[in-house]
C-alpha cells in the first residue's frame, strides 16, 4: 500500500467492520443449543457464502443485524433462505454490471480490471449504484491509474536504475529493481524489510536501486534523505538505511548524527555533507526522476520496468522476481 492513494483508490477502497469474537471461560462446559438456537448460525453461513463471503459489506451488516434476531425469527429466516438467495441475486447485478461495463472500457486483459473485480466483490448494491452514477468521473480515474500502470519504455527503466546510487547486486543482473521512498513513510518500513528479504533469497540474481522520494509533508524526510546519501558516500548506506527504518520517529538533525556515529562514519565529514547541503540537488533530482515515471506516493518499486502492486508483499513481488528469473531461463 502506498502512503498517498489516488482517487480511484478511494473510489475501490474495501470497507472493513471488526466482527466480535465470543470465547468460552477456561473450564466451563459448553451449553448444548438447541435445534432454533443454531438457525441464526447457520442464516448467516448461508447468507454470507451467496452475499460475496465472509469479508463482503453484505455480510459483515448481516451478521450485526442477526445478533438482535431471536432463534424463532432466525429459524424463520432459515425457511425462506431461497427467497432471500434470490433477491441477493438481483442485488448483485447492479455490481455485476458495473464491473462488466468497466472492463469492457478499460480493457479485460488489464490489472485494474482485475483489481475493480476483487474490489467490487465487497461493495453493497447502494454503492455500486453510486458509482454507476458517476461512471465517466470514476473510469476516468481508473483510466488514469491504467496509464501509470503500463511497464516503462527500456529508456526509462534504464534511466531510472543508472547512476552512483545506492544498490546491492550486479548492474547485469536478469532482474532489477528500483525503488522509490521516503525515510519517515510508515509503508516504506515495510517495503525496507521486503528489500533486506530479497536480498537474503535472491543474493546476486537481483540488482537493488534505492531512489529518494521524500513526501512535502514528511518536515524531517528531505534531511533524512541527504543524510543517507553522506552515508552512501562513506559506504555505509544500507547499515544507514535500515537505521533510520527501525527509528522513523526521531529523524531530526542531532538523531541523524547520532546513527551516524554510531555506524561509525567520519562524523566531520558527515556533518559538513548536512551543513553544505552537498546531496540536497541530488535529492531533488530523484524526485523530479519520480515524476517522470508518475511516482505519487511511497513507496513505489519497479521490476524491470514494471510497476509493482504492492510492494510491501514479499511473497507476492519474489513470485514476480522468479516468473522473471524463469523466463530469462536464470
Known sequence: MKHISNKA?????????????????????????????????????????????EESTTCTTMKSAVELMAP????????????TIKKLGEQKKKCEELVDKLCTDIGKETQTCEMVKTQTKNFTPDRCNMMMQHYAEVLADLKQQEERN????????????????????????????????????PFC?????????????????????FRQFPLSFHKDAHLAAEASLAAHAQNKFWEFHDKLFANQQKLERAALEGYAKELGLNLAEFKKALDSKTHAATVDAEMKLGEEVAVQG?????????????????????????????????
Open 9 to 53: 483508490r478511494l473510489a475501490l477502497a474495501t470497507l472493513s467492520l471488526a466482527l466480535a469474537v465470543n470465547g468460552c471461560s477456561k473450564g466451563q462446559k459448553p451449553k448444548e443449543k438447541p435445534a432454533s438456537a443454531t438457525a441464526c448460525a447457520d442464516y448467516t453461513t448461508r447468507f454470507c457464502k451467496e452475499a460475496g463471503g
Open 72 to 83: 424463532a425469527a432466525c429459524a424463520s429466516a432459515l425457511a425462506n433462505i431461497d427467497f
Open 150 to 185: 503500463k511497464p516503462l519504455t527500456p529508456e526509462k527503466a534504464a534511466k531510472i536504475a543508472e547512476g552512483n546510487v545506492p544498490a546491492f547486486g550486479p548492474a547485469d543482473a536478469t532482474v532489477t529493481i528500483v525503488e522509490f521512498s521516503d525515510f519517515q513513510c
Open 189 to 209: 518500513s515495510k517495503a525496507a524489510e521486503t528489500s533486506n528479504k530479497v536480498k537474503e533469497k535472491y543474493g546476486e540474481k537481483v540488482r537493488f536501486v
Open 298 to 330: 511511497t513507496p513505489t518499486m519497479f521490476l524491470n520496468g514494471a510497476r509493482i502492486a504492492d510492494p510491501t508483499n514479499f511473497d507476492a513481488l519474489s513470485k514476480q522476481i522468479d516468473e522473471a528469473l524463469a523466463k530469462q531461463g536464470s
